[in-house]
């Protein structure tokens, strides 16, 4: 423990050093984001009446804000490992005898900054071109209780992407993909209750759909389609639940990679 | 000419290869732009109505953002495939030999794009086409062949201006390939892709009027919303068309500067 925990130091300074301070990752980071989030808020305007522009300002930081979770855990956590790979360092790290997981450790701290600073950016552009939205903390429990749950579940799930890329060496657009219709299918861009019964159903059968609606509904932005307290129940232990299996998924991948060597990183 | 159908041969290898032998990204490629059109489409209705954009717009969302969709794809592998070409060869260790090869820099750069572009054809046949004859049978069928021809020249009229920026961005060094993760979707806001440049306030519809693909967007917009008429639809074509032969110098000379700089700098193997 006290090995991996001075690992994931390692590792966290050489990011911040890498990311925060010798480069300028953050800034171009803010503005392709800023850029990429007018280019899908924007069009919403075309949608809807003026009187209903506060609603669809509260959705859009809210379903923006989800999509940025999923996209920090597929692209900071999931692509961490497909990264070390391109650089030839993941066979350093194993042959060290260090655990994968500093890397992951390491790397949140970082995460977390960049999807703070983020997130004020995403403020401002919808602020900017639909309107300022006006959340609510309606239950600060329910609140805390899905953001845990929502860290977990996007652990768990970088931790299945991110093994299934060492052994595979699938390529970047598939990833890409996932992580459009993954939040799209699961709730994350909408209320469930927007959505067609089918994959209302389909939502509730992952783990992703509870966090998103709890933290929904402790914004007031709209009712979970179940109760708050099964949401926050069953949401927490399917999360915990999912975190297990993919701890033990990527401990198969990666002996997998130390029977077979690792993949080699495709064109795209 | 010669040299030029040769470099698209071996482009041509080399990508295709790379997509049958990973199907996943053929599959992949013809599922993106319906999960795209259906994400804009669940954003727009969760946010309001289709009667309200019919009203604002003049089509059906459903036709739009398809159109939207496609030419997003199309021409958005244009610019991947120009700006990102000079990291890829970088990661896979093939620069030193491309820089050190004596086949003309802007040639090569100009057959880059030429592989994925014809995918993207394949592609109006697998979405447009399809999309456009279920909404308005013969009359879709006619309008969706319109805007594959149309986006034909918006990824060609690309080409100049894509490399002019990438290649000229790298001979800069540094986090160029940052700047580039900028660049690309301004791109796609200053082609008016989601959001009609008509729509727009008449100076930025100017400004983005330099860009020759955003003319090409505005007449396939045009198109599916029905103000089509023949002189809003022929000055804007040609205008891309001028504009792309315009910026061939600045093409040449942003290659000719990027190879200069990696020949005298050398290349991070």
């Not at chain 2, 727009?200 to 505005?218: F, G």
Request: aromatic share 10%; hydrophobic share 55%.
């Amino acid at each position: 423990m006290k090995n991996l925990l001075k690992a994931s130091l390692a590792v966290l300074r050489a990011y911040f050093t890498a990311e925060l301070v010798r480069s300028r990752g953050l800034v171009y980071g803010l503005l392709s984001l800023a850029v990429w989030i007018s280019i899908f808020v924007v069009p919403m305007t075309l949608f809807s009446e003026e009187e209903a522009m506060e609603g669809v300002a509260k959705g859009a930081l809210v379903g923006v804000a989800m999509f940025l979770a999923y996209s920090t855990a597929t692209w900071d956590w999931a692509m961490l490992l497909r990264w070390l790979v391109q650089l030839g360092v993941l066979e350093y790290v194993l042959a060290s005898g260090s655990s994968i997981l500093s890397h992951f450790i390491g790397t949140i701290p970082v995460s977390l900054a960049w999807y703070s600073i983020a997130l004020c950016l995403v403020y401002a552009v919808i602020s900017l071109f639909v309107g300022p939205p006006k959340l609510v903390l309606l239950d600060p429990v329910v609140l805390a209780i899905g953001v845990t749950t929502l860290l977990l579940v996007l652990l768990a799930y970088s931790l299945i992407v991110g093994g299934a890329l060492l052994t595979s060496g699938t390529s970047g657009p598939i990833v890409e993909l996932i992580s459009w219709i993954l939040p799209l299918a699961t709730g994350g861009f909408l209320p469930l209750r927007y959505m067609p019964r089918q994959l209302q159903l389909l939502a509730y059968l992952t783990p992703f759909s509870y966090p998103a609606e709890l933290i929904r509904y402790s914004l007031g932005v709209s009712e979970p389609l179940v109760d708050t307290w099964v949401a926050a129940t069953v949401g927490l232990t399917y999360a915990t639940a999912f975190l297990v299996v993919s701890l033990v998924f990527l401990r198969v991948q990666l002996r997998k990679v130390l029977k077979e060597g690792v993949k080699s990183v495709a064109l795209f | 000419m010669r040299a030029f159908l040769g470099l698209v041969k071996a482009e041509m290898l080399l990508v295709y290869a790379e997509v049958f032998r990973r199907k996943s990204i053929l599959f992949m490629s013809i599922l993106w732009p319906y999960v795209m059109t259906a994400f804009m489409l669940a954003l727009g209705y969760a946010a309001g109505s289709p009667e309200v954009f019919l009203r604002r717009v003049g089509a059906s969302p459903v036709l739009f953002l398809a159109t939207a969709s496609y030419v997003l794809f199309s021409t958005l592998t244009v610019v991947d495939d120009v700006m990102w070409r000079p990291v890829y060869d970088e990661n896979a260790g093939a620069l030193p030999y491309i820089v050190s090869s004596p086949i003309s820099t802007v040639l090569h750069y100009a057959a880059i794009p030429v592989p994925r572009f014809t995918l993207s054809l394949v592609l109006g046949a697998t979405f447009l086409l399809p999309v456009f004859t279920l909404q308005e049978g013969l009359d879709g069928l006619l309008s969706g062949l319109i805007v594959v021809a149309i986006s034909v020249v918006a990824a060609l009229t690309f080409i100049p201006v894509a490399v002019a920026v990438g290649l000229g961005l790298y001979s800069l060094g540094g986090e160029s390939w940052r700047a580039i993760n900028v660049i690309r979707p301004l791109f796609l806001v200053a082609m008016g892709v989601y959001y009609p440049r008509w729509m727009l306030s008449k100076v930025a519809y100017a400004l983005t009027a330099l860009l020759p693909p955003a003319n090409c967007v505005e007449v396939a917009q045009r198109v599916v919303v029905g103000l089509g008429k023949l002189n809003e639809v022929l000055l804007p074509l040609t205008l891309a068309v001028v504009l792309a032969i315009l910026q061939m110098y600045p093409m040449r000379r942003s290659a000719r500067r990027w190879e200069v700089t990696k020949l005298r700098e050398g290349v991070r193997v």
